[in-house]
């Protein structure tokens, strides 16, 4: 996730102006008409375009940030989004002009796809008939999923989302001496211990990051799945507990409940219920290596000014060891 085209990419990036970016769609074959508005992005720059189209007169330009991902890694991405659509399954995938969907900037190594925009909206809450319709859309996911490889992108699992991502952060000038040590000890605990929950697991191309906020719902048509950007190769369980990420009773009848409609289309192994909490804690360290890196970027510093305090990394100590203790208690609570 470095930024291996250097400075000047990610400078450019961070600096694309109106005149840039429709310049760009214009190439390809689109004639804008001038307005361009920015969208809530933080990884990506994402932009509501206008052009001269009657029945689609609005498209979505995706920017991707320089390096982060390869354009084989991208490609990933739109694979499965068109496998996925070609399936019915709600998603948005990338529009294909003369058979390709990844574009680059001319003379600049950043790489951009085009959306048909659709609206919705992220659902407030998620009741019996939601549950029941999402179990049955990440099944009918899953079992796409696994029909295709996805052979550039990064698999999940300790290795991965934990000790590389924690040789990255004690590398960086974010975390200071005095929490290097504890933290430490604490993520190679963690890893040890979970490396075999994670021996033989079956894995697949799954969303990765399917949290509530990439949902939305369009009426008739139900939840969309949106923002593949972090796709992995992973377990089913990690798309489930994101979109029930609690761990209380509530929350663990709401995933049992969501298992159900599931099975409708697909066989779940509940075994992987035990892999909630060393997800979760896989999920703090790769989420504060994820912020280290992009701490140069405006966007980061103004969205998560705390990143870096002395209660910042205490908090983060403080909620690794409590997923320690889950993990440690964890073989009986699903028996």
């Known amino acids: 996730m470095s930024d291996i085209w250097g400075h000047n990419e990610t400078q ?55 390096g982060r991902w390869s354009r084989e890694q991208i490609k990933d991405e739109h694979t499965f989004l068109k496998d996925l659509k070609e399936e019915e399954i709600n998603v948005i995938a990338p529009l294909e002009i003369d058979g390709e969907t990844l574009f680059e900037l001319e003379q600049h190594k950043i790489y951009f796809a085009l959306f048909p925009k659709k609206g919705g909206r992220i659902p407030d809450e998620l009741g019996e008939d939601k549950l029941e319709e999402i179990g049955r859309l990440l099944a009918r996911l899953h079992n796409i999923g696994e029909k295709r490889e996805a ?96 761990d209380d009773e509530e929350a663990k009848r709401d995933r049992l409940y969501l298992l159900e409609h599931y099975e409708t289309f697909r066989d779940f192994n509940y075994s992987e219920l035990k892999l909630i909490e060393p997800l979760r804690a896989l999920r703090y360290i790769h989420f504060a290596t994820w912020m280290s890196k992009r701490w140069e970027d405006p966007a980061f510093k103004q969205a998560f000014p705390y990143f870096g305090s002395e209660e910042y990394w205490s908090g983060l100590i403080r909620d690794l060891h409590e997923q320690k203790h889950k993990i440690l208690g964890v073989d009986h609570l699903y028996l």
């Open 12 to 66: 450019f990036f961070h600096e694309l102006t109106p005149d840039m970016i429709l310049n760009s769609i214009d190439k390809i074959g689109f004639s804008t008409t001038g307005r361009v508005l920015t969208l809530n992005s933080m990884e990506n720059r994402v932009f509501d375009i206008e052009v001269d189209d009657e029945d689609n007169p609005f498209i979505v330009a995706k920017f991707y940030r320089p």
């Open 151 to 246: 052979s550039h992108r990064m698999s999940i699992n300790p290795t991965t989302f934990g000790r590389t991502n924690f040789n990255a952060l004690k590398k960086s000038e974010h975390l200071p001496h005095l929490y290097l040590e504890p933290l430490e000890n604490l993520v190679n605990e963690i890893c040890d211990h979970i490396d075999p929950l994670f021996e033989g697991l079956k894995t697949h191309r799954i969303h990765g990051d399917c949290h509530r906020s990439n949902l939305i719902y369009r009426e008739n048509e139900g939840n969309y799945l949106v923002d593949f950007d972090d796709m992995l190769v992973g377990p089913a369980i990690q798309d489930i507990w994101l979109v029930v990420p609690g």
